[in-house]
């Protein structure tokens, strides 16, 4: 399967019992293409306003020694490339070795190479950010939020064989672990292990009450969604704490199906 068809609204909410409005997934770009996605001249900022952290990427050169994959290995321990360079998709499923960058998990990022060893440069055009390369989620070091569930497209209609993506661990009430501008969206599973999820989604700027068409047009730490009438950004809180995120005459209430990230209960302000 592809990322695009396990990505689904992990929930709805309802009020009163009966009014009931549909958390938008937003978007996690589906079908990331290791030569489209990145490869879009986009200009990005590089100040994310995120701090940076220990991705945990080890990158292996492979100098003085040999490489099972060629030219070389795109999951870390990354090798078949010198000294200060990274294994990188340049299109499709070519792989090269290049000067890695110096954008870390989570990101915002321009180019193929923008990323440290062992991430890439993925998403649209002004939302894309450095995600890390995985093939199950003990490559995915995060946090809870973060799975090893993004395939990559070949650009043919298939997925890149063996290789994922970690989706990001982020915040969704505050954004927090998103690059600035982008919103922190909870997904999950349609089958499988039904994990839920976190990532990095595109946001605008409506705030709480602000009509919208979808996610998209909301500010980070809100979804769209109908309380009764008619859609509008509604903020997200956190469950588990009380919801501090809500007005003085709100309350944090719990998705029709529970919203829960590591064990942290996320909800909507009404």
Same mark, same amino acid.
């Given at each position: 399967?592809?990322?695009?068809?396990?990505?689904?609204?992990?929930?709805?909410?309802?009020?009163?019992?009966?009014?009931?409005?549909?958390?938008?997934?937003?978007?996690?770009?589906?079908?990331?293409?290791?030569?489209?996605?990145?490869?879009?001249?986009?200009?990005?900022?590089?100040?994310?306003?995120?701090?940076?952290?220990?991705?945990?990427?080890?990158?292996?050169?492979?100098? !003085?020694?040999?490489? +099972?994959?060629?030219?070389? @290995? %795109?999951?870390?321990? =990354? &090798?078949?490339? $010198?000294?200060?360079? *990274? #294994?990188?998709?340049?299109?499709?499923?070519?792989?090269?070795?290049?000067?890695?960058?110096?954008?870390?998990?989570?990101?915002?990022?321009?180019?193929?190479?923008?990323?440290?060893?062992?991430?890439?440069?993925?998403?649209?055009?002004?939302?894309?950010?450095?995600?890390?390369?995985?093939?199950?989620?003990?490559?995915?070091?995060?946090?809870?939020?973060?799975?090893?569930?993004?395939?990559?497209?070949? !650009?043919?209609?298939? +997925?890149?064989?063996?290789? @994922? %993506?970690?989706?990001? =661990? &982020?915040?969704? $009430?505050?954004?927090? *672990? #998103?690059?600035?501008?982008?919103?922190?969206?909870?997904?999950?599973?349609?089958?499988?292990?039904?994990?839920?999820?976190?990532?990095?989604?595109?946001?605008?700027?409506?705030?709480?009450?602000?009509?919208?068409?979808?996610?998209?047009?909301?500010?980070?730490?809100?979804?769209?969604?109908?309380?009764?009438?008619?859609?509008?950004?509604?903020?997200?809180?956190?469950?588990?704490?009380?919801?501090?995120?809500?007005?003085?005459?709100?309350?944090?209430?719990?998705?029709?199906?529970?919203?829960?990230?590591?064990?942290?209960?996320?909800?909507? #302000?009404?």
């Amino acid at each position: 399967m592809t990322a695009a068809a396990l990505l689904v609204p992990l929930a709805s909410c309802a009020r009163g019992g009966s009014d009931r409005m549909a958390m938008d997934s937003g978007v996690i770009p589906p079908g990331l293409d290791g030569g489209t996605a990145q490869d879009t001249g986009m200009t990005g900022p590089t100040d994310t306003g995120v701090g940076p952290r220990d991705t945990g990427v080890v990158s292996d050169t492979g100098v !003085g020694g040999s490489c +099972s994959e060629t030219p070389c @290995r %795109l999951l870390p321990p =990354q &090798c078949g490339c $010198p000294a200060g360079q *990274g #294994c990188y998709l340049t299109g499709g499923t070519e792989r090269t070795c290049a000067t890695q960058g110096p954008e870390r998990e989570g990101q915002a990022c321009s180019g193929v190479t923008a990323c440290q060893a062992g991430l890439l440069c993925a998403g649209s055009a002004g939302a894309a950010f450095c995600s890390r390369f995985c093939n199950s989620d003990a490559d995915c070091t995060g946090g809870p939020g973060s799975i090893c569930i993004i395939e990559l497209s070949d !650009g043919m209609g298939g +997925s890149i064989p063996g290789v @994922r %993506l970690c989706s990001a =661990q &982020c915040v969704p $009430p505050t954004a927090n *672990g #998103c690059p600035t501008g982008m919103a922190c969206s909870i997904f999950g599973e349609t089958d499988g292990a039904m994990r839920t999820f976190t990532g990095c989604t595109p946001a605008g700027t409506g705030g709480t009450g602000a009509s919208c068409v979808d996610s998209e047009d909301c500010s980070p730490g809100h979804f769209c969604g109908d309380p009764g009438t008619g859609d509008e950004c509604i903020r997200l809180c956190t469950v588990s704490t009380g919801g501090p995120e809500c007005g003085a005459f709100e309350d944090c209430n719990s998705f029709s199906d529970p919203a829960i990230v590591g064990g942290t209960e996320y909800g909507f #302000c009404f």
